[in-house]
């Protein structure tokens, strides 16, 4: 594993270590050459242990390719399958750093030499990956910190001056935050096309197919009760994070910052899925009959307030409303008349430009 300073070389070397365990059943041995950091040997240990596979034990005083050598001694000998060896980083290319590198790769002669990139670095990482490639060769990319604002744009440059393909992108600091590399996902994030497979990936993996198109029907019909809502507010639920739902739709990639910070409250779904099930059957399907009453009960049975209760009913009534103003306008209706006509009257725009 190579790269500057801070790309993450160390996480990464961990998470690959736990992937090829679990999913290729593969003997792993994980081994620092880090002697510029105090504590980067240490670092790796630890992580090595949370992931349960083995590191190799830490001899003080020892150079980079004398640990590399021992750990490819260690690994034959000890009948591992894998050996992972993870290198200093430098905050920039320097001679220093590149002799270190081509010493390691001299002794070691590995399979496979791992560029770690930070995916925030931008154009600035085509040099990265220029540098090593010219020095090691680089036989694959591993893109790190896409769950941040990075579009990952330089991946295409890096990818071209190297010749390498991505092979995985870190998406956290998690051990299990690593993923194989789509590049037509990424295409999408650099155009700002949204990550439309990985939301349809989403969708189809929580939502019930079937269950969704006899929702739609109820919607259309104006037969959609609390009950259907509440099954909605469940699937909702399991989606996981709105602000992440929304980062995936076209054009929102930008916003993600502005979703975040609008810090969509999300335990509001779950204070209304716990009205619902304070409720009766009947009261689901004719909420109309809910008077002061039965609202007391109702918050109280759900630890909410007859405020919350009433805030639910008007929300509900008011989408009841326009499911039916759909259903009236059928399709072609909705595209005659545009969205301004779900919207209530007087707040139409008188301007269909959309
Ligand atoms: N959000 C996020 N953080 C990451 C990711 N990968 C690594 N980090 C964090 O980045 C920081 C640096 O990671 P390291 O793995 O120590 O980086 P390194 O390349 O080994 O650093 P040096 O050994 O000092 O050169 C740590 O706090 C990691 O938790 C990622 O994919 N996403
Ligand atoms: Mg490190």
Same mark, same amino acid.
């Given at each position: 594993?190579?790269?500057?300073?801070? $790309?993450?070389?160390?996480?990464?070397?961990?998470?690959?270590?736990?992937?090829?365990?679990?999913?290729?059943?593969?003997?792993?041995?994980?081994?620092?050459?880090?002697?510029?950091?105090?504590?980067?040997?240490?670092?790796? +240990?630890?992580?090595?242990?949370?992931?349960?596979? +083995?590191?190799?034990?830490?001899?003080?005083?020892?150079?980079?390719? !004398?640990?590399?050598?021992?750990?490819?001694?260690?690994?034959?000998?000890?009948?591992?399958?894998?050996?992972?060896?993870?290198?200093?980083?430098?905050?920039?290319?320097?001679?220093?750093?590149?002799?270190?590198?081509?010493?390691?790769?001299? &002794?070691?002669?590995?399979?496979?030499?791992?560029?770690?990139?930070?995916?925030?670095?931008?154009?600035?990482?085509?040099?990265?990956?220029?540098?090593?490639?010219?020095?090691?060769?680089?036989?694959?990319?591993?893109?790190?910190?896409?769950?941040?604002?990075?579009?990952?744009?330089? &991946?295409?440059?890096?990818?071209?001056?190297?010749?390498?393909?991505?092979?995985?992108?870190?998406?956290?600091?998690?051990?299990?935050?690593?993923?194989?590399?789509?590049?037509?996902?990424?295409?999408?994030?650099?155009?700002?096309?949204?990550?439309?497979?990985?939301?349809?990936?989403? @969708?189809?993996?929580?939502?019930? !197919?079937?269950?969704?198109?006899?929702?739609? #029907?109820?919607?259309?019909?104006?037969?959609?009760?609390?009950?259907?809502? +509440? +099954?909605?507010?469940?699937?909702?639920?399991?989606?996981?994070?709105?602000?992440?739902?929304?980062?995936?739709?076209?054009?929102?990639?930008?916003?993600?910052?502005?979703?975040?910070?609008?810090?969509?409250?999300?335990?509001?779904?779950? #204070?209304?899925?716990?009205?619902?099930? $304070?409720?009766?059957?009947?009261?689901?399907?004719?909420?109309?009959?809910?008077?002061?009453? =039965?609202?007391?009960?109702?918050?109280?049975?759900?630890?909410?307030?007859?405020?919350? @209760?009433?805030?639910?009913?008007?929300?509900?009534?008011?989408?009841?409303?326009?499911?039916?103003?759909?259903?009236?306008?059928?399709?072609?209706?909705?595209?005659?008349?545009?969205?301004?006509?779900?919207?209530? =009257?007087?707040?139409?725009?008188?301007?269909?430009?959309?």
């Amino acid at each position: 594993m190579v790269g500057l300073q801070g $790309s993450g070389k160390t996480t990464t070397s961990g998470k690959l270590a736990l992937r090829l365990t679990n999913r290729e059943r593969k003997k792993v041995l994980l081994a620092s050459l880090d002697t510029q950091r105090p504590a980067a040997q240490l670092q790796l +240990a630890q992580l090595a242990e949370r992931a349960g596979v +083995a590191s190799l034990p830490i001899v003080p005083g020892q150079t980079p390719v !004398q640990i590399a050598r021992r750990a490819m001694e260690t690994g034959r000998r000890e009948g591992f399958d894998v050996v992972i060896l993870d290198t200093a980083g430098r905050l920039s290319i320097d001679q220093a750093l590149m002799n270190e590198v081509r010493e390691i790769r001299a &002794a070691t002669n590995p399979v496979e030499t791992l560029l770690v990139v930070d995916a925030m670095t931008g154009q600035d990482a085509v040099q990265t990956a220029r540098a090593f490639n010219e020095t090691v060769g680089v036989t694959g990319i591993v893109l790190t910190r896409m769950d941040g604002d990075a579009r990952g744009g330089a &991946a295409l440059s890096m990818r071209q001056v190297t010749g390498a393909p991505i092979k995985f992108s870190g998406s956290g600091e998690k051990i299990d935050a690593l993923e194989e590399f789509h590049p037509e996902r990424v295409a999408g994030r650099i155009l700002g096309l949204g990550d439309i497979v990985g939301l349809v990936e989403r @969708v189809s993996e929580t939502v019930d !197919q079937v269950e969704a198109e006899k929702i739609a #029907r109820k919607m259309m019909r104006g037969t959609f009760t609390l009950e259907d809502y +509440a +099954a909605q507010l469940r699937q909702i639920s399991k989606m996981g994070s709105i602000s992440s739902i929304l980062g995936m739709l076209p054009g929102m990639g930008a916003m993600k910052q502005q979703i975040e910070s609008a810090n969509i409250d999300t335990t509001v779904f779950k #204070r209304q899925q716990a009205i619902i099930g $304070s409720m009766t059957p009947k009261e689901r399907r004719a909420p109309d009959i809910i008077k002061a009453s =039965r609202k007391k009960r109702i918050a109280s049975g759900s630890g909410t307030s007859v405020q919350d @209760v009433n805030k639910l009913l008007k929300q509900f009534d008011d989408m009841s409303i326009m499911m039916k103003r759909m259903g009236k306008l059928g399709q072609k209706g909705l595209m005659r008349q545009g969205i301004g006509a779900l919207m209530p =009257r007087g707040a139409q725009p008188r301007n269909r430009g959309f």
